[in-house]
């Protein structure tokens, strides 16, 4: 089992940067693929970035490639989204979460584990 803990939200201008983390707490977080997703108001919740178990290479939603990047440490336990270049669109409750469905990291419904969300806000 694992709880995750987001951090690093905040409220930014466009075009600056935001890192947020994800610490997950567990002995296993190593077998699980990562993903990111964004709930923006008025929206479903949506894929934002994953990391699949075993692999260094992120995948992404088209509208934050070349942006943002996704990065794991198995030692810390925790998955970091690198947000570069924000823009207001980018607006959302961000969430962390954890799944065993190594093949379908962008559908929200197959993740094992969520935390608990933290807001991003981009001014224009």
């Known amino acids: 089992q694992l709880q995750l803990v987001e951090s690093g939200g905040g409220l930014v201008q466009a075009g600056d940067s935001l890192t947020l983390s994800c610490s997950a707490s567990g002995r296993t977080f190593a077998s699980y693929s990562m993903g990111w997703f964004r709930r923006a108001p008025g929206k479903e919740r949506e894929f934002v970035a994953g990391l699949r178990r075993g692999d260094d290479n992120g995948y992404y939603t088209a509208s934050v490639k070349g942006r943002f990047t996704i990065s794991r440490d198995n030692a810390e336990n925790t998955v970091s989204l690198q947000m570069d270049t924000l823009r207001p669109e980018d607006t959302a409750v961000y969430y962390c979460?954890?799944?065993?469905?190594?093949?379908?990291?962008?559908?929200?419904?197959?993740?094992?584990?969520w935390g608990q969300g933290t807001q991003v806000t981009v001014s224009s």
């Open positions: 979460g954890a799944t065993l469905d190594h093949l379908r990291m962008n559908n929200a419904r197959v993740y094992n584990y």
